[in-house]
């Protein structure tokens, strides 16, 4: 059972039975993708988001029904008049990346920070209820 997936199919079937072809492609909802690295340790999984130049202020992530969406909104900035863009290459496109998340994943404690150009969330594994062995008493 895969406990993090992506548009209802796990990220194993998405890197290895969808790569290349999903390469640089869209979403079906039309954003852009950003590239994605999962890791998974016993205590979680580690999200790596490729987004260099962008500030964190523009990022929204959101938990709700079992569906871990991270977008990244552009909000334009107006140019002062005395200020003349002679060449402009940089760009960035609005996206939106959705994750489907299980019960073992504990939603509250998820954590995101940015550095480098990277987006880094911290999913944690809920613990597991742990069942003692019990002896059981013949009467």
Do not use: C, W
Not at 49 to 75: H, M, Q
Not at 105 to 114: F, S
């Amino acid at each position: 059972m895969s406990i993090l997936k992506q548009n209802n199919t796990s990220v194993f079937d998405e890197l290895f039975n969808a790569f290349p072809a999903n390469f640089g492609s869209s979403i079906p909802s039309g954003y852009p993708t950003a590239a994605v690295n999962i890791h998974e340790t016993a205590e979680s999984f580690h999200l790596e988001l490729n987004a260099p130049g962008r500030n964190k202020e523009d990022f929204a992530i959101n938990v709700d029904k079992g569906l871990l969406t991270i977008s990244y909104e552009k909000k334009e900035s107006t140019e002062e008049k005395a200020y003349k863009t002679i060449r402009k290459e940089f760009t960035y496109k609005s996206f939106k990346r959705s994750f489907s998340i299980d019960e073992n994943i504990n939603a509250d404690g998820i954590q995101a920070r940015y550095e480098n150009g990277v987006l880094k969330l911290l999913l944690p594994k809920k613990e597991e209820v742990k069942n003692a062995p019990k002896q059981i008493a013949i009467n």
